[in-house]
C-alpha cells in the first residue's frame, strides 16, 4: 500500500499562485508514476498533470499547460504542483494519484489516492 497526503491548497485570488504538495509513505516510493487530477462542483474528476517515473516525462492538460508544472523529490518522497496565473476556473479539489497507468490521464488507471486538498481562486 501506498499512503499519499495532499497540502498546500487554499484561497487565493485571480493571477495568484500556490504549490500543492503530495506525500507519499507506506511502499517504496520509486517506480510510481503520478499525477495530479482535480474535481470542481458538480463535475467528474479531471486530468492536470503527470510525471512518468522512469523517463520524467511530463504531460498537462491543455486547460494548465504553461501556468502549472508537475515535480517530485525523490529524497523527500513528495510530488508538487506549482500552480500559477491561477484563475476561478481552477477552482477545484485537487488529488494526487500513483500507479502503473496505462494512459497517464486515465483516471481509472491509477491504483492510490490522496484525500485532496481544496483550491479555491476567488476573481
Known sequence: QVQLVESGGGLVQAGGSLRLSCAASGRAYSGYDMGWFRQAPGKEREFVAAMR?????????????????????????TLYL????????????????????????ATMDYDYWGQGTQVTVSS
Not at 517515473?53 to 529524497?75: C, E, L, M, P, Q
Open 53 to 77: 517515473w522512469s523517463d520524467g516525462h511530463t504531460i498537462y492538460a491543455n486547460s494548465v499547460k504553461g501556468r502549472f508544472t508537475i515535480s517530485r523529490d525523490n529524497s523527500k518522497n
Open 82 to 105: 506549482q500552480m500559477n496565473s491561477l484563475k476561478p476556473e481552477d477552482t477545484a479539489v485537487y488529488s494526487c494519484a500513483a500507479g502503473w497507468p496505462r494512459m497517464m490521464t
